[in-house]
Structure formats: C-alpha cells, structure tokens
C-alpha cells in the first residue's frame, strides 16, 4: 500500500482563561503528563523554539492587547494556536538539522500571513511520535483590531490556507501530497493516494479477467498458476478493507461531525488527537474502496474462496 505524505496545518482558538493550560503543554513547564502518554520526557531537551518564547503566554498577550488599545470581553478569543507538522512517513530517516529546516521553512508560511511580532512562541515537539510544531499568537489585525474571525476565518478561508500551505511546502517538498478540496468533492480530504491504490488494484482485477478469458485446455497448466498468483495479491489489497469497513458501518453518519470536533480538541492533546483524527480520516477513506471491492466479478471471489467458478473459469471446450 502506497503511504502518503502531506503537509499538515491545523488552527485553533482560545480564551483567555485557557491560555496558560496551552502554555503549560507546549512549553513542558510540568513534570508529568498523564493525560498524553505520547509525551516522552526524557526526549524533552531535543525540543526547540523556531521563535523565541516570549514569557507567560497570558501576560505577554495582555500586554499586546493593552497596547494595541483593544477592549477584551469575557468571550473575546486573545489567542489562536496553529500546529504544524507532517505525515510520519516523511520524517522516517530525516537528521536534526532537516527536522529543523522543515520547521523553518514552514514558519516562514505563517510569518507571511501573521505579523511576527504578534507572536507568542513557537515550539516544536520533539519528544511525541511525530515531531510537530506550535505556534502561538494573539489575533491582532494590520489595523490594531483583536480578531480572531477575521484572521482564523470560515470555512472556506480554511480551504484556502490549506491550499495555500500546500502550494508553499511543495516548492521546497515535492512529494507532498494534496488531497482534492472538499468544495469540490463534498467530503473531507481524499488524497491521491487513494486513487493511486484504486488504479493499482483495478488494473490487476483486468490482469486477472482477461487472462481467464485466454483460458482453454491447453494453456489451462500454464496460466492457472499465474492467476493464483495475482489473485493472491488483489485479495491481499482488498481483504483487508472489507475487515475495516465492517468496524465503521455504523459509524459513518458521525465520522464528519466527529472529525470536527477533534479539530476543536488539538491543542488540549496534541499528539493523541491528531492520532485519532487521522484515524478517522482513514475510516472514511475507506468508503471509496468500498466502491472498488463491489467491482470485483462473483467469480473471482467464489475462486478465492475455495468456490467453483462457473463462468469464466470454465475450459472453452468449443
């Protein structure tokens, strides 16, 4: 199976009152981290800040607030956290310095789109599965306007840095992968990877049916044990989808619902959730290979499993 690699951007807002649990998190200021086990805090040292820390996230963004003359209410969203990482595939065999050019680069994304001097820190985590990065900053516009809505934005502006983010990485990252948009799909990301597999796997299913129709009785020696073989492997690529779709039939009316809310949960527990997002993701990816095993002839499946075929198996005795 093909693994992808995808450059990874995710935003989230906070009010005042959890930023200092964010900072508590991305700053490693506790001892113990039961609620992420992820966290291997022996691995905490090789953890560095692609931007400085500029101290006490609340009273840093208190003080940007103050000065840019902006009036707070209880509900005003004072920061906003965007986490930046990739796939683990491309990390596999990267040195320290290129984790670190990655995240660099990267930064330089963030630094056209926010002013860096809004900044609060930017982190990144070397001490989870996936080395990923935290950037955190107060939501304040050109014109001195504390907004997290204007920057953040909708839906769509989502979409679009996504595109945006992609557009950027693959210049110095060409493996990098994008997905088709959701605009134009109706669903969450479907990256090419899953068209790629589907292309692979329909190519052999022709391989296969096309060498049974070629059979008659004086090839039958030969070429039965060539399409043993190839039937193996597309039954290697395809059994193990109908044992996962199984898992998710009842799950697929809240799989979008719960993706996001996972969005929402990033920053409470970055490592796990962002694990468990992808999981999801990968659940209804599965969905499209639904569509490819309900191609596959009954005949192929009855020869699989130990079953006569009875039409294109059979010998043209004409």
Known sequence: MIKPQYAIIRMAKYKGGTVSRIEAHNERTKEKYASNPDIK???????????????????????????????????????????????????????????????????????????????????????????????????????NRLSAKTIVGNKKALTKLQDDFHAFMVK??????RGESASTTGRKHIPPRLYKESV?????????????????????????????????????????????LKKIVKKNKSLTAEISSLEQQLADNT????????????????????????????EIIDKYNGRPIQQELSVNKE
């Open 41 to 143: 805090t022996e691995l905490s040292k090789y953890n560095f800040h692609p931007f400085k820390y500029q101290g006490k996230y609340r009273a840093v963004s208190d003080r940007m607030i103050r000065e840019a003359g902006c009036k707070v209410r209880k509900d005003s969203v004072t920061m906003v956290e965007t986490l930046i990482t990739a796939s683990p595939e491309f990390f596999a065999g990267k040195k320290p310095r290129e984790v670190i050019e990655f995240f660099e680069y990267a930064l330089e994304f963030m630094k056209d789109r926010q002013d860096p001097r809004t900044y609060l820190s930017a982190v990144v985590h070397m001490d989870e599965k996936t080395p990923h990065m935290h950037l955190c900053f107060v939501p304040l516009t050109p014109d």
């Open 271 to 298: 490592g796990s959730v962002l694990k468990e997002l992808q999981e999801k993701q990968r659940l209804l990816e599965l969905e499209e290979k639904e569509r490819l095993l309900a191609n596959i002839p009954q």
């Open 200 to 244: 692979h796997l329909n190519n052999l299913l022709e391989e296969v049916c096309n060498l049974i129709r070629q059979l008659n009785p004086l090839n039958k020696k030969t070429l039965m044990p060539v399409i043993e073989e190839k039937l193996g492997k597309l039954f290697r690529g395809t059994e193990s989808f109908q044992t996962e």
């Open 172 to 177: 110095k990252y060409p493996d990098f992968e």
